[in-house]
């Protein structure tokens, strides 16, 4: 079956350097998540995409930018980097109906040096 | 605020030994509560939804349950390839993004 394809699974910028992070949720599937967990900690939600508009909103950085295309992919931009962002980046998908759960992807490291 | 605790933070096990995983949840609605496992650096990986008190859920040497205020994750004779932390999520309304908890990280020593 298909699954989340993140890319790439690794990254390494220097601070104050761009990232982008890409996501390509399970065919059909009209959310998509995108998650930050630092070492050690739970995932924390950034922000999601209900039919390609920004449906809701968390603890993402102004830094922080995402947008959904027109084939549903999800590209989360970074700027400015910190070293406080070095993080696994997840992305998940979702129908908004039906009893299905979220699917996560492999996730992004990143890791700013 | 919705908030989701889960107990112990970690856990040691023997082969075997079976044991029970919690996650309290104090949240303004449930549309669905959420266990996931994860490996260390891989995505988590979905194993149950549960939507109502009374539902359980089973798979493999896992059975999940849940109440108005908890879910329990139990484990019956558990196998060192079950090692992993494993990850209670809340959903309060439909397309609302997960509420996690901090996770259990289980270790079974064979």
């Known amino acids: 079956a298909a699954g989340v394809i993140q890319s790439p699974r690794h990254l390494i910028k220097e601070k104050r350097e761009t990232a982008t992070l890409k996501c390509y949720p399970i065919?059909?599937?009209?959310?998509v998540y995108w998650y930050q967990q630092g070492p050690g900690q739970d995932p924390q939600f950034l922000i999601s995409f209900y039919e390609k508009m920004q449906s809701d909103k968390g603890s993402i950085p102004d830094r922080f930018s995402a947008q959904q295309f027109s084939d549903y992919h999800s590209e989360l931009n970074m700027s400015s980097l910190e070293l406080g962002d070095s993080a696994l980046y997840f992305c998940a998908s979702s129908q908004r109906t039906g009893n299905y759960g979220y699917t996560f992807g492999s996730g992004t490291r990143l890791t700013v040096v | 605020e919705d908030q989701v605790t889960q107990s112990p933070e970690a856990l040691r096990l023997q082969e075997g030994e079976s044991s029970s995983l919690n996650c309290s949840y104090t949240?303004?609605?449930?549309?669905?509560l959420f266990w996931y496992r994860q490996d260390p650096g891989k995505g988590p990986e979905f194993l149950f939804t549960l939507y109502s008190a009374g539902e359980e859920k089973e798979k493999e040497r896992l059975k999940a349950t849940l109440t108005k205020k908890e879910s329990f994750l139990h484990i019956t004779a558990p196998k060192p390839e079950d090692s992993a932390t494993y990850l209670c999520?809340?959903?309060?309304?439909?397309?609302?993004?997960?509420?996690f908890g901090k996770g259990t990280t289980l270790s079974v020593s064979s």
């Open positions: 065919p059909r599937h009209d959310t």
């Open positions: 949240v303004s609605g449930l549309r669905g």
């Open positions: 999520a809340v959903q309060v309304r439909a397309g609302t993004a997960l509420i």
